[in-house]
């Protein structure tokens, strides 16, 4: 088929958990996660981003930031920068797929593809546009 144009995507990925379940991003479920005690379960988010952290480039460099979902519940992203920049803006909204983990409210890490395969794919979306689905380096 012709090269899709980068600048937006029609069709972007599903987000989903380890049995295959495609996650629908709504907040009841980003809240059954935080209640759940199970592991690490893959998560879907849509929100506002908040605040814009420094930057940590202690061991492999991450973007730092919080997202507010739906005014109420604030989250910690923490974002490799192996797999891209994603450019952020306070008050953009943002979609994030990946590994819920109870830090404070909570936090999502691993958005981004597993290059190993051994974990469920992640990634962020900004206007339109998909990030973490390649390694810069």
Not at 26 to 42: A, C, E, N, T, W
Not at 50 to 76: A, N, R
């Amino acid at each position: 088929g012709a090269m899709a144009d980068n600048s937006a995507i029609e069709t972007l990925p599903d987000c989903k958990d380890q049995r295959g379940n495609v996650l629908n991003g709504s907040i009841d479920q980003l809240k059954v996660v935080m209640k759940s005690r199970s592991g690490r379960p893959q998560t879907k988010v849509t929100g506002v981003v908040s605040q814009i952290l420094p930057e940590d480039h202690e061991g492999l460099p991450h973007q730092k930031y919080t997202l507010t979902v739906s005014g109420e519940i604030k989250l910690l992203i923490v974002s490799n920068l192996d797999f891209g920049r994603v450019p952020l803006k306070v008050g953009q909204t943002l979609t994030v797929c990946g590994e819920f983990k109870k830090v404070g409210q909570g936090m999502i890490h691993w958005t981004h593809f597993d290059p190993h395969g051994g974990h469920p794919d992640g990634f962020t979306v900004a206007n339109g546009v998909l990030y973490g689905d390649k390694e810069e380096r």
